[in-house]
């Protein structure tokens, strides 16, 4: 007899969130404020104070003051504070948020960024499927991203994006939270279903209702009677969340602005040798992805990570889009060349990357338009 047998692979997935972001950013410009309420106000401009809460700092929501809630409101409760109120900056956190993506990319193969401040990243690569090397690679990225922009983040670590995603949660600011597989179902079950994503405000009424808190409540909840009640899809969609279950791979959303690896050198050095051995290695890693997603390059950008973990980076642009390793490779020499002759760094870090990115069609494309054909 024939028995189908189905082997999932056990990945492991990473959720990297910056805390009270646009606040936090707020704070490295201006560290005056730091310690402070600070909220960050979408001003409709109606009146001086119409409008809502983008975000506030830690600070300010011990007073209760959150996303979403009127800017009238925020002042009433800190009153008698003396809290900071500032307009969203939006250009200025995405500068430092693609900062950071381009730090998260150089952690892992398959990125996904879900919004201005947070990423999921799959790691099963990387961590030869180690959650003890997980933990440490996540230790490391927030130091990183510490070091070079001032920031804290959480971090979740589990099998899948919607553990992770509920790791990264439960422990903010700061937070390093690792949930293994076999750890899922109790850690889960003590937490509101509201945890979850996809639970929101109506869902937690009706299932609270029913008598149904806690994802653990939920878990041992009939799956047919959650269908009749939410529909098939999203009945199963809540069953399968409160037993951790979720298949939902790491993908990139959009055509990546570009491809990078950068990775720790055995010592520091200035040893032009040694650190082109290893930008090498990286350059044809970076180059199989490029050809891989069809794309041509037009810049190519080297990175050093100092000895004191301060940070630089050298970039060219060419005449014309190209696609192969030798140009590719000649360029980081030249940058790294220039960069030791300018400077006394130490390289802990080493990264090389490729932008300008277009698709290998649109170059076609572009010339059969040029030749009018
Ligand atoms: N944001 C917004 N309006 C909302 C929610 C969020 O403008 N209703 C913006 C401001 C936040 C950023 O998006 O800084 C990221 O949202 P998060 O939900 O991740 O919240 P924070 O980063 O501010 O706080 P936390 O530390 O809880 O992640
Ligand atoms: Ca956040
Ligand atoms: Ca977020």
């Known amino acids: 007899m024939c028995e189908a047998v189905l082997v999932l692979q056990s990945r492991i997935v990473m959720l990297v969130d910056l805390d009270y972001f646009f606040a936090q950013c707020e704070e490295n410009r201006n560290p005056a404020i730091k ?62 948020s693609d900062n950071i993506m381009d730090i998260l990319r150089s952690y892992s193969d398959h990125l996904e960024q879900v919004s201005i401040d947070e990423a999921y990243l799959d790691m099963t690569n990387r ?95 009939d799956v047919q009677h959650l269908i009749e009640i939410f529909g098939r899809k999203l009945g199963t969609y809540f069953h399968n969340a409160s037993l951790g279950i979720d298949d939902d791979p790491v993908e990139e959303r959009n055509e990546p602005e570009s491809v990078s690896r950068i990775s720790t050198l055995k010592e520091d050095t200035r040893d032009l040798q040694v650190i082109l051995k290893e930008a090498y290695r990286l350059c044809e890693d970076v180059h199989k992805r490029l050809l891989k997603r069809e794309l041509m390059y037009r810049s190519v950008g080297i990175r050093v990570v100092a000895s004191n973990l301060a940070a630089y980076s ?51 494309q572009s010339l059969t338009r040029f030749f009018g054909a």
């Open 35 to 96: 310690g402070k309420p600070v909220v960050v106000c979408v001003y409709s401009g109606r009146t001086e104070d119409s409008g809502a809460v983008s975000t506030a700092n830690y600070v300010a929501r011990k007073y209760g003051v959150k996303s979403g809630i009127p800017i009238s409101l925020a002042k009433k409760k800190l009153k008698d504070t003396d809290a900071v109120f500032l307009p969203v900056d939006k250009p200025f956190y995405k500068q430092i």
């Open 127 to 221: 961590t030869k499927e180690s959650y003890i090397e997980a933990k440490h690679i996540a230790k490391t990225i927030k130091q990183e991203i510490l070091a070079q922009t001032h920031l804290t983040c959480s971090i979740g670590v589990g099998p899948n994006k919607l553990v992770a995603k509920v790791a990264a949660d439960v422990q903010k600011p700061d937070g390093l939270t690792v949930v293994r597989p076999e750890e899922v179902r109790s850690f889960l079950a003590p937490l509101p279903v509201r945890s979850l994503v996809g639970v929101g405000k109506k869902t937690e009424q009706k299932l609270d209702t029913l008598g149904v808190r806690t994802v653990g409540h939920l878990a041992i909840f």
């Open 314 to 364: 050298r970039s060219k642009t060419l005449e014309n889009p190209q696609n192969d390793l030798e140009t590719f490779t000649a360029t980081v020499k030249e940058l790294f060349e220039k960069f030791l002759d300018e400077s006394d760094v130490e390289a802990r870090r080493v990264g090389v990357r490729l932008s300008s990115l277009t698709k290998k069609e649109d170059m076609q």
